[in-house]
């Protein structure tokens, strides 16, 4: 009985897979609004009717999508962490924002699903939420590893953070843990820096302006480390 389900389950899991990698070539073609339940179906060869009892709705495979690219993502940035030096807080933050860019040039759909123009008519459950910070916990690691060893000195050309932020800031902190507001939103600073740059490269603005796409974005990081404090 215990084979039999285990066998069953197997059989669920390379359907389920199969399903994901359809509906990942549909958002290459169709982008995530054309993302069709049907049309999986018709692709597998599978009757539409069956394909509800893996995915009931198109939302629910949407966050399925979601869900794999940001743990695709998160894990990219993990490995690119795990590979520097711990105490090499400046080559960790560039290590990490080239696994962010490499792993969206080579999966731009499924960067676009999850940070391009919202799909309307959809809202990501909270089921999206742990694979989603998977990469801004590595982030916030190395910031407040970085302020527990002393290492991080923000050079004084910001002003402070707002008062009326201070709210926000300690919701920030659960990731970038006993680190104070100011480090706070230089954080928030670098880590919409990282993602601007990389959508620029990705979804055109940079075409017929920036040919040294890699050079300018090593450039900006560095940059941005800097205004972090991170040492040199």
Do not use: K
């Amino acid at each position: 009985m215990n084979a039999s389900r285990t066998a069953r389950e197997r059989v669920r899991a390379e359907l389920i897979r199969e399903i994901t990698d359809i509906a990942r070539r549909q958002l290459a073609t169709e982008g995530a609004v054309g993302l069709s339940l049907r049309a999986v179906a018709r692709e597998m060869g599978m009757v539409s009717s069956a394909i509800y009892r893996y995915f009931p709705s198109r939302d629910d495979l949407l966050t399925a999508l979601i869900i794999d690219g940001y743990n695709a993502l998160g894990e990219a940035v993990e490995h690119a962490d795990a590979a520097c030096a711990r105490d090499d807080f400046a080559g960790r933050w560039l290590a990490v924002c080239r696994a962010v860019r490499t792993w969206a040039l080579a999966h731009p759909h499924e960067y676009a699903l999850l940070y391009g123009s919202p799909v309307p008519g959809y809202a990501a459950p909270q089921d999206t939420v742990a694979a989603a910070v998977r990469d801004t916990a590595v982030y916030g690691r190395i910031v407040a590893e970085a302020h527990r060893a002393g290492r991080l000195t923000p050079p004084p050309i910001c002003p402070p953070p707002p008062a009326i932020m201070a709210e926000d800031a300690e919701v920030v902190r659960s990731l970038i843990p006993d680190v104070p507001d100011d480090v706070v939103t230089r954080a928030i600073v670098a880590w919409t820096g990282l993602f601007g740059m990389v959508s620029f490269e990705l979804f055109g603005q940079f075409n017929n302006t920036i040919t040294h796409r890699a050079e300018l974005f090593d450039h900006n990081m560095t940059c941005l480390a800097r205004l972090l404090g991170l040492p040199e």
